[in-house]
């Protein structure tokens, strides 16, 4: 049975504002943004659901580029565990493409379980990629090699999160990295794929020089280089708003609430906000965490939604190569976030054309409960 939803009456931005329309999603892809008339689908007998987003606003489903899906390891200890992620706290932040990643602990926080987790929420509808690697170098890999890993794995997108800049760091040599970037721009020559190179960047005193030298000593694209954690320090965030003016796409994880100071310090520094993204880094932090800070941002700098959402929509579309992501159009994947138009609480998630979110509530029903009488109970008590 074909999957078909209307959405009627929805104040569209696709990022850019489109004014009031309907969208019809079929089998997950938007297949017509019009005025689409009920009683015409009604004629054709088949079952369809339908909702009226009147009074919301309707916008593509974020995607984030970095979260520690199966959860991290703590640096206190192996008490300082943080659980895996779930479906329902993914979608509830409005997030429909999210990019998985292990960090500093390969061993126990492997690339198998990744895999295995990406397999899981890509099953239930929501689109999941993952990073190859880790912190270090040379690089944790399923099968090898960046390379291979991109081939032979449809889940995995490009390299990283490979730590620089940081005292946890493996220290590589700039050779090292540029033979990172080059197989991972050759993998994704081959597969269509994004084939960028995440880094991950600490407190070191380096900050982006090794990004910097790459650029200048090697033949490394601006497009192959993807550095995240760059709102970390002054230093590194004048650093990213530098190399944004050379055509490198550059990250800023959330997770320490502190994007609207990180903004404006980017914007100080002249840093070009086409080529900045926003992620969750969700591990010990909700990745709703993110959208939450969006709306305060929106508040403060009194911006649209037209000038926020390309830093978890168009932007990371483009740097990941997620054609059909990102974007509200004909053929699209039909991931759609309904907020309120007032107060911009999230009402409804609609992942490739599934409803996640209904009301505010998850309509998410994970297969092991029905064979399950376990009650988990999580509340962080972060504000
Ligand atoms: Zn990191």
Not at 2 to 17: C, D, F, G, T, W
Not at 35 to 61: Q, R
Not at 102 to 108: A, C, H, M
Not at 139 to 150: C, H, Q, R, V
Request: with cysteine; net charge negative; charged share 20%.
């Amino acid at each position: 049975m074909a999957s078909i939803l209307l959405l009627k009456n929805a104040e569209l931005y696709s990022p850019v504002y489109m004014g009031k329309k309907d969208i019809l999603c079929i089998e997950g892809k938007i297949t017509k943004i019009g005025n689409v008339n009920s009683a015409h689908l009604d004629l054709l007998e088949i079952p369809y659901d339908i909702l009226d987003l009147e009074g919301m606003f309707l916008f593509p489903g974020l995607i984030d580029p970095h979260e520690h899906l199966i959860g991290g390891s703590g640096e206190n200890g192996y008490c300082s565990r943080s659980p895996e992620m779930t479906i329902p706290e993914i979608v509830r932040g409005g997030i429909t493409t999210v990019v998985g990643c292990i960090g500093v602990d390969t061993i126990t926080r492997n690339m198998h379980s990744l895999l295995a987790q990406a397999k899981f929420f890509n099953e239930e509808g929501l689109t999941t990629y993952i990073w190859s690697g880790g912190y270090s170098v040379p690089p944790s890999t399923l099968t090898g090699s960046i390379k291979s890993d991109l081939i032979l794995i449809n889940e995995v997108i490009g390299a990283g999160e490979i730590a620089i800049s940081d005292v946890r760091s493996s220290e590589p040599t700039l050779a090292e990295m540029g033979r990172i970037v080059s197989e991972a721009y050759i993998g994704g020559l081959l597969t269509g794929k994004a084939g960028v190179t995440h880094f991950h960047l600490g407190d070191g005193k380096y900050h982006l020089k090794f990004l910097f030298d790459l650029l200048e000593h090697f033949d490394v694209l601006p497009t192959s280089l993807y550095p995240t954690h760059l709102s970390r320090n002054p230093q590194l965030l004048k650093d990213g708003a530098r190399i944004t003016r050379a055509g490198v796409t550059i990250d800023f994880d959330t997770c320490e609430g502190d994007l609207v100071p990180a903004l404006k310090a980017f914007m100080e520094h002249t840093g070009d906000l086409n080529f900045l993204t926003l992620s969750s880094d969700a591990s010990f932090t909700s990745p709703g965490f993110l959208y939450e800070q969006i709306k305060e941002a929106m508040k403060v700098f009194n911006w649209s939604l037209e000038k926020i959402l390309p830093l978890v929509t168009t932007n990371t579309a483009r740097i990941l190569k997620l054609r059909n992501k990102g974007h509200i159009a004909l053929e699209a994947d039909a991931d759609l976030v309904a907020v309120d138009r007032s107060t911009l609480e999230i009402n409804h998630v609609i992942a490739k054309g599934k409803l996640f979110i209904k009301d505010g509530k998850s309509l998410y029903n994970q297969l092991i409960l029905d064979r399950s009488n376990r009650k988990i109970e999580i509340y962080g008590k972060k504000k």
